[in-house]
Structure formats: C-alpha cells, structure tokens
C-alpha cells in the first residue's frame, strides 16, 4: 500500500467552527507533513512530526493545531479560521527524518472557510 | 533557505523530448535536489531526486551541473499524462526534511 490517504475531500466552515482534516499511511513511514497550498501557489510547509514528535512547526498561527496519535495518523485541528485559510491542505509522509527520501502525498482537503 | 527558479511555463509536442531547467545557485553542499509534479486536482508527485551525479528512473532523468547551481529534468518523451506541474526544489540544510518548492513550470503537452 503506497497511499495517503485524507479526509475529507471538501470542508466547508464557517469562522467560528471547529472541525478536524485527517491523514493516513499504511507504509509504515515515520515521518509526516502538512502543507497548505494556495490556488497557483506551491505547496508551503506548516508541520513535521518525526516519530510523532513534532519537529517542525513554520510559525503557523495557533488556530491550526496538529496532531499525530501513532505513527500511522495524523491530524489537523482547525478552530477560528480566516477566509484567508481556505485553500488545499496537503498531507505528506516519508520513511524517515532522512536527507533526500521522498515523500508520497495525499490528494489534500480543499477547505473553504466562509 | 535554497531557493529555486524556473520558467512558469514550457510547452513540448507529444513524444519528443522535453528539459525542464532549475537554478538553485544558494543551495548548499548537502541538500538534495528533489523534481516532484502535480496534475490538476492532485496532491504531488515525486519523479526523482539527486545529490551531485546524473540519476536516471523509470519516469525520468535528472542532469545537475558540476557546480550544482542548476539542473535540468529530462522526461524522454512526453506524454498527453505528463501535463503537470513540475516543481524542483531543495532540501534546505543538512539534516533538515523540510522540502522548498520553487514556483513550478507548467508543462504543457501538444498531441
């Protein structure tokens, strides 16, 4: 199983909501990401987990909160979001915290925030 | 960070060969210089990835300049299905795994 798979594929809330996206790999990769991409926009880094431990957070506001329960999952939490957060959320993983290994995206969840 | 430039857009008839150039003139000694790409409504892709020596695999081969200040994605021949985007991007520091993606070259491919 060389997947990532996330959910849902669509979120729409509103600014006051709380709602959770959610990741998941079966390829026993110990290292996972979230991205956020803008429409015509690359993808830009938020968080790494490593062995779920986060270990990169790229200052992202505290309204988004990740969480990785095991090493398989790996969610985001979203409380009080801005119009300006809409866009696709990207989860990626890899087998490790390793230098040059690739990492395998999921299809995203593309967020609209009213 | 490295950062990395390419041309927003390229365009290749199908079957011929397409080089997809990148400049990474900031990157350092121990980033890796990783190609993924992104079909519409899809999350990316990786296609390959290579420290100082020419890699080659099944999707393509990347060919990176002995001063590893560029380097140039080589699809053989294209295909209607490699209409994408193609990002390089960089590893940015040693034992980092934070990918940079560059802005991406949209690949366009003419039958």
């Known amino acids: 199983d060389t997947e990532v798979t996330q959910t849902p594929k669509h979120l729409v809330m509103g600014m006051t909501n709380k709602k959770s996206l959610k990741c998941e790999q079966h390829m026993g990769h110990r290292a996972m990401y979230w991205y956020k991409q803008k429409a015509k926009k690359p993808p830009e880094l938020m968080f790494v987990y490593s062995y779920e431990k986060l270990s990169i957070n790229e200052s992202v506001p505290s309204r988004f909160s990740p969480e990785c329960p095991n090493s398989s999952l790996l969610n985001l939490h979203l409380h009080a979001l801005q119009p300006e957060d809409s866009a696709l959320y990207l989860c990626?993983?890899?087998?490790?915290?390793?230098?040059?290994?690739?990492?395998?995206f999921g299809p995203g969840t593309r967020l609209t925030v009213l | 960070d490295a950062k990395t430039t390419q041309p927003n857009s390229m365009e290749s008839n199908e079957e011929e060969p397409v080089h997809l150039p990148c400049n990474h003139s900031t990157i350092s000694g121990t980033d890796y210089i990783h190609w993924y790409r992104q079909l519409p409504s899809q999350g990316p892709e990786y296609v390959i990835h290579?420290?100082?020596s020419n890699v080659n695999n099944r999707m393509a081969s990347l060919a990176i300049a002995e001063d590893r200040k560029s380097s140039t994605l080589i699809l053989h021949r294209a295909t209607l299905r490699d209409a994408a985007v193609y990002y390089c991007t960089a590893y940015s520091g040693a034992g980092s795994y934070q990918l940079t993606f560059g802005k991406g070259t949209k690949l366009s491919v003419i039958p």
């Open positions: 290579g420290l100082t």
């Open positions: 990626a993983s890899s087998r490790g915290p390793i230098l040059g290994k690739e990492q395998f």
